[in-house]
């Protein structure tokens, strides 16, 4: 096989940007032979901007069941991540699928389930852990160097969005619909990031603001508290209001500290580590040594583009993917417990009952607001 043939599975904001950055040229592994989209309109401008050959269906599963591809791309709302994934999956295709993984994490685990027993290639779209700078810190903390994490500190509230954008699409902002706000729409990059770097919490203590800045049912403010499973503690701020927004991303360590904000890392690395400075200095307001230098990182940056080639070489030579399918459940599980714990109005034990967040989620979903959407396409480039 020279080339993958690719089918998408969507073509509104995000479908559209995939297709057109493959069709740029920036992943020559992939060749879109057909695409799915509900709205007529989208596959009329689909039909307009894409070779003659090219198949065009009006469901998702239709396109999976013409077999005309080995692999699909699901760019749909989030509550069918799951089930279309699985449905390709279980008919022999190859799935990168866009995040958050899906909306409540009993459905994602079984789509989990599914690519364990299926010998296909299955990939998360978590663009943003091909960041330069996210990758140097990954590399920094999980390679141990710097001991041990003590406190972690990320506000990202630079997710800014108008009541427009939350106006275009009818699924958009709902419980039905999308099933949460910033924490599901913006932050599954943030979400999962923080677990990839950070590692999992054990307890979220979170206060969710429903429609405190926008005319919406589910969060634009969030505030979280998070505690690891060595004492470390950790907050995690984010909205869609804030304008000028600030995306700080702070993790100090028992030998320093690192600062990711304005595309650029610092670390702040100290003579020794703080733990045994700390018992052993005499003077009382004595600090230890500490030298500041800008980290340097390879430079690369592939955003959406590295996810896809990434993915299509897996499938051609077995080359690693950005980010495994499977792993989509973590970042989840922190947004499911940040949603959980601002319901219920308590701190909540990570893993915590599924079906408690589900029925929780559900009460929701029973009274969620319905609207039209204005249809309108974004352009979403240098939006994630
Ligand atoms: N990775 C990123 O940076 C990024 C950025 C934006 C959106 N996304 C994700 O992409 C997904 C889609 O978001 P969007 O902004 O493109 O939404 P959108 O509403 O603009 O597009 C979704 C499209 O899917 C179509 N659709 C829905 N169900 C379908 C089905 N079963 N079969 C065929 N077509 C179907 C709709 O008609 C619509 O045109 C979301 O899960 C979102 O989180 C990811």
């Known amino acids: 096989m020279e080339k993958v043939r690719l089918g998408i599975i969507g073509i509104g904001n995000m479908g559209t940007n995939h297709l057109k950055s493959i069709q740029e040229g920036k992943v020559p592994e992939l060749e879109v032979t057909a695409v799915a989209d509900r709205e007529e309109g989208r596959i009329a401008w689909a039909k307009e901007h894409m070779p003659a050959e090219t198949a065009f269906f009006s469901e998702g599963t239709d396109l999976i069941d013409a077999g005309v591809c080995d692999a699909v791309l699901i760019a749909v709302p989030h509550y069918q991540h799951p089930e279309l994934t699985i449905y390709a999956l279980e008919q022999g295709h190859h799935v990168l699928c866009e995040k958050p993984a899906g909306v409540y994490t009993a459905q994602v685990r079984k789509m989990n389930e599914a690519a364990e027993k299926s010998d296909r290639v299955f990939a998360m779209m978590f663009n943003q852990r091909t960041n330069c700078i996210y990758r140097k810190m990954h590399e920094l903390v999980t390679g141990g160097e710097l001991g041990e994490i003590k406190r972690v500190n990320w506000i990202v509230t630079d997710w800014y969005r108008t009541q ?109 580590n703080e733990r045994t400075f700390c018992k052993t200095a005499k003077g009382g307001f004595d600090t230890p040594e500490c030298t500041v230098t800008e980290v340097e990182t390879d430079g690369i940056n592939e955003q959406h583009a590295g996810v896809l080639k990434a993915f299509a070489g897996r499938i051609l030579k077995g080359t690693p993917l950005v980010a495994d399918g499977v792993e989509g459940i973590n970042g989840l599980t922190l947004s499911n417990a940040m949603h959980l714990s601002s319901w219920l109005d308590r701190e909540i034990e990570v893993p915590f009952d599924e079906n408690l967040f589900l029925e929780e989620l559900n009460k929701r979903r029973a009274s969620s607001r319905k609207k039209e959407g204005t249809g309108v396409v974004f352009d979403t480039e240098g939006s994630y």
């Open 164 to 272: 427009s954008y939350y106006d275009s699409g009818s699924w958009r902002a709902t419980w039905d619909g999308e099933g949460g706000g910033v924490l599901l729409n913006q932050c599954p990059h943030n979400m999962d990031l923080l677990q990839w770097i950070c590692g999992m919490p054990v307890k979220v203590r979170a206060f969710c603001h429903n429609g405190k800045w926008h005319d919406i049912e589910v969060e634009d403010d969030v505030t979280a508290y998070m505690e690891y499973p060595n004492g470390a503690t950790g907050v995690f701020v984010t909205s869609t209001a804030d304008a000028p927004g600030t995306n700080r991303f702070e993790i100090t360590m028992e030998m320093g500290k690192l600062v990711c904000e304005n595309d650029r890392l610092m670390l702040h690395r100290l003579a020794e």
